[in-house]
Each structure stands twice: as structure tokens, then as C-alpha cells.
């Protein structure tokens, strides 16, 4: 992936001492998965290029996300991420650029306010839904020319037709800074598989670098959504605060760190939402002690044993070897005594009383009713919501009618091969009214990942909350 910045104007050499970055050296970064390099095609008084090429590396983008289990099973090695520009463009620009993107420049302050004519190229822009008058509403708003060429999908094969890959060009005077932190962000706006840790940190980078000009974007709305991977509520509270502009904190106040986006550009896959999801659920519902049925290999449990608030834990599968990998995820065996004292680890089925799950505060269930008979529900209903009875539920499970957008996945199967059924967000709905109903909750559904129109969220999560009359039985 190659992006080039060009600028034509009398001393254009001076571009380097602005990027802080010699024109005479190439020189080398390290972002995720690969290496971000700089070097200088041409940099003399007329004409200055600095080229960003990432070396995205297949097999360790492959092994950095082999602990997010991919949605189908070779997506984490079949796909376009080492040659379009992505989320890890951002990454690479926030970290070669860092002083430029920070507006500062030791050796020639005053060049920072300065306008420059730029053209920067895009070598490969994917394009998601909307194609090119998306890319269009989000660049010529800010002031630059756009310039488009789609590629076919094959030269050899022109019957086949177009590909969603765009050679992107934008022509525009504008300071580095300010340029810089376009691209930043609109990038990512454009990278609808980027999976970002999206977390409050999203929302001051965007508020931060979108300062001078997001709150004026007529697509402000769509760029804090798609930048926030649709998460709603995180959506919600930017565009709050865009609004009430004045309120946005500067930079010094909000801490901001060198633009280093590293640590916060871990890999989410869905999976990882929903555990990050059910936890922020079961926190703020205010539980000290949970329950995560259907604990599988344990990764909730890491992330509850994260947190202090949790003073009781119990994990209960169904599989002997999945609790033997949570143990070893947990380091159970090594435990201190009194992180030990926390963490119940049991084997049990769903589908059969146990009076150890009484007495909790809340449970977890994370992707795993369906992975039960429908003729067992019933019982699972009773195990949970009529015996152990805790005041809240997170349950989740995958949204069927999100099947089709997996390209290549055959729509008369479901998503694992163990799983019993899968239902749509009517079905879905419709069991969790009846849940409720039988058993004294009242829920609430909510969307888990990106939310496409008409089809909804990859998953679907229930919060039941005991009803009050109910728990002061
Ligand atoms: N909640 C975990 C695991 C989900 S996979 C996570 O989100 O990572 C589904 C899990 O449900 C598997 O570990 C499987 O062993 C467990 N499971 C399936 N049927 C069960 C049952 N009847 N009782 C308890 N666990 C069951």
C-alpha cells in the first residue's frame, strides 16, 4: 500500500523539515502487523514527494489475530488488508508523521500555518457501500479536488467488471496538519472492516484531530459513526460533544498522548466486542458477583478477573477440555491465594439445576444457547432464569439475518457447524419477551458489531434485569 504526498511551490524541500523526516534517508517504522516506510522520490525546490509505503506482513497479520477466532475460517489469511489502505494507514501516518501531525517544527516554526498545493495519492482505496459518492462527500467538503479511478476486478477478464478498489488522487491547499489529520481520519471512516479497540480513547482521537473541521462536515454524522465502527453509544457521546462544541476539551486537558495509536489499534474482532460488551453490561448493572455459563476457553473470565468490582467469578462449561484451556488462559494453577479465592472453575450442563449458581449477582452467557437443542431450551430457561436467578442476564447470540453479508457462506447453513439454530432479531425478540414474561425480567435488546440496514448487527444481545417486584420476593 503507497501513499504519496506531493507538494509543487518554491522550496518544497521544506516539506521534510515539516514531516521531520530527512529527504536524503529512507527510513522505517514499526506498525502492527508490519512496517511503515519514508523515503523521497523527489525532493528539490520545485517538486517535494514523500512516499508512505506499508509492508503489511500476510502471515504475521494472520498470527497477530490468530487468538480472535476470524468469522469464517479463512478470513484471517484470504484478504485484502496488506494492499489497501485500511486503519493501519492511520497507524503508519500517526507514527511517521507524529511531530507534523502535532503541529510542530523546531527548526522552521513558521512553516507550520502555512498552506501548501498537495496531491496526495491513494494507491488502492477500497470503497464499502456507497462507493464513490461516499469518498466524494467526505474530501470535497474539506476543500480538495477528487479524482477517482476504479479498477476493474480483472484486466484480463473486463466481462467480470468493476472491483470496489479505487485509485484515490485529492488535489487541495491546505496546512500539514491539517491534511495530516483528514487523513487520519476519514481513512478508517472508509475501512468498514478495520476493527478497532473502539473505545472511549476513539472518541477523544476523533473529537482531537477532527477539531477544526469535523464539527462543520455536512457528513460529521456518518464520519463519527463509521470512524466509531457504529457503535452507538460511543456515536451518541461524540456527536454530543460535537455539538456542544465548546465543551470539546483541548488536547493538553484530555491527556493527549503522542499520536501513537499502536496500543489502542488492537485487532477487535466481533468476538472480542461482545465479551467487551457483556463486561461493560455487567458492570454497569453494578454485580460483584457473576456467572459466565458457557465459559468456553475462558476469555470473559480473563476479562472479569481484570477487574476488581468482580469479587466472586464462576465459570461453568459443559467441556471438560475447554475449562482445562481456561485454566491454563487464567493461569489458574498459579494463581495467588486470594485472586484464587475469586474464581470458581466448574464443569456442568445448562440444562440441569445446580444450586451452586445461586446466590450470584449477575450471569454472562455468551454465544452458547444456541448451541443447545431447541427441545432443551425450556430447561435452560429454568436452570437460569427460574432457579439461580440472578438480577441480570447478558445473553447473546448470533443475528441470522446477518449471514448474508458472510459472502461466502452458504445461506442454508449456520455459522458453526454446533450450532442448533440461529435466529433472526424477530426470533430473537420474541424468545426474550416470552423469557421475560415467564420469568419476572423485563430486556433489552441491543445490536453487537456493525449494524447494516435491514439486516442488523452480526450478533444480538439481551439485557434482562430481575423486575423489582421480583426480587424483593
Ligand atoms: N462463552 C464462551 C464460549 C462460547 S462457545 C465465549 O464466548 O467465548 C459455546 C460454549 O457453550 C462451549 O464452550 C460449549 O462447551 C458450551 N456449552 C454448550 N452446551 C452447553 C451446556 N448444555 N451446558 C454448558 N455449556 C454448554
Redesign the pocket.
Given at each position: 500500500m503507497l501513499l504519496q504526498l506531493s507538494t509543487q511551490r518554491p522550496q518544497a524541500r521544506d516539506l521534510s523539515y515539516l514531516l521531520h523526516k530527512h529527504p536524503d534517508r529512507v527510513q522505517s517504522v514499526e506498525i502492527p502487523s508490519g512496517r511503515a516506510h519514508i523515503f523521497y522520490p523527489q525532493a528539490d525546490d520545485q517538486v517535494c514527494t514523500v512516499c508512505l509505503a506499508l509492508d503489511i506482513n500476510p502471515v504475521r497479520l494472520a498470527r497477530d489475530n490468530r487468538q480472535n477466532a476470524a468469522d469464517f475460517a479463512l478470513g484471517d489469511y484470504v484478504n485484502d488488508r496488506p494492499y489497501v489502505a485500511s486503519s493501519y494507514l492511520s497507524v503508519a501516518l500517526a507514527k511517521a508523521f507524529s511531530t507534523a501531525m502535532n503541529g510542530t517544527c523546531q527548526s522552521k516554526p513558521e512553516l507550520v500555518g502555512v498552506e501548501m498545493p498537495f496531491q496526495v495519492r491513494i494507491a488502492v482505496l477500497p470503497a464499502p457501500k456507497g462507493g464513490e459518492p461516499l469518498i466524494r462527500s467526505l474530501f470535497e467538503p474539506l476543500g480538495y479536488t477528487v479524482q477517482l479511478t476504479r479498477h476493474t476486478l480483472d484486466s484480463e477478464f473486463p466481462e467480470w467488471g468493476d472491483s470496489r478498489y479505487y485509485t484515490l488522487a485529492l488535489t487541495g491547499e491546505q496546512t500539514l496538519q491539517t491534511l495530516l489529520s483528514h487523513l487520519y481520519v476519514l481513512i478508517p471512516v472508509l475501512d468498514s472492516r478495520k476493527h478497532y479497540w473502539v473505545s472511549e480513547a476513539e472518541v477523544e482521537k476523533l473529537l482531537e484531530k477532527g477539531k477544526d473541521w469535523l464539527e462543520n462536515h455536512p457528513e460529521n454524522a456518518q464520519i463519527t459513526r463509521r470512524y466509531l465502527k457504529g457503535l452507538h453509544r460511543l456515536t451518541r457521546r461524540a456527536l454530543d460533544r460535537l455539538q456542544a462544541v465548546e465543551d470539546v476539551p483541548k488536547p493538553e486537558e484530555v491527556g493527549e498522548e503522542a499520536p501513537n495509536t499502536e496500543a489502542t489499534e488492537h485487532k477487535v474482532r466481533l468476538?472480542d466486542q461482545?465479551?467487551l460488551l457483556a463486561r461493560e453490561e455487567l458492570k454497569a448493572a453494578g454485580a460483584e458477583s457473576v456467572l459466565?455459563?458457557?465459559?468456553?476457553?475462558g476469555?470473559?473470565l480473563k476479562l472479569l478477573m481484570n477487574e476488581k468490582q468482580f469479587t466472586r467469578i464462576l465459570g461453568?462449561?459443559?467441556?471438560y477440555r475447554?475449562l482445562e484451556i481456561a485454566k491454563g488462559r487464567l493461569h489458574y494453577d498459579t494463581l495467588p491465594p486470594k485472586q484464587k479465592d475469586r474464581l470458581t472453575l466448574m464443569q456442568?450442563?445448562?440444562?440441569y439445576r445446580a444450586h451452586r449458581l445461586e446466590g450470584y449477582d449477575a450471569a454472562a452467557i455468551?454465544?452458547?444457547i444456541e448451541?443447545?437443542e431447541l427441545d432443551r431450551l425450556e430447561s435452560f430457561e429454568w436452570v437460569v432464569f427460574g432457579h439461580a436467578r440472578p438480577r441480570t442476564v447478558v445473553l447473546t447470540t448470533p443475528n441470522r439475518e446477518y449471514n448474508q453479508i458472510f459472502e461466502t457462506m452458504d445461506p442454508a447453513t449456520f455459522r458453526h457447524t454446533d450450532h442448533r439454530f440461529e435466529w433472526t432479531r424477530k426470533e430473537f425478540a420474541d424468545w426474550v419477551t416470552l423469557v421475560g414474561e415467564t420469568h419476572g425480567y423485563e430486556a433489552v435488546i441491543k445490536p453487537v458489531g456493525e449494524v447494516v440496514e435491514n439486516v442488523g448487527a452480526p450478533s444480538q444481545m439481551a439485557v434482562f434485569t430481575l423486575k423489582k417486584d421480583e426480587s424483593a420476593e
Open positions: 468476538h461482545r465479551l459466565d455459563l458457557g465459559c468456553g476457553e476469555r470473559l461453568m462449561d459443559v467441556s475447554s456442568g450442563a445448562l440444562t455468551v454465544e452458547v448451541h443447545l
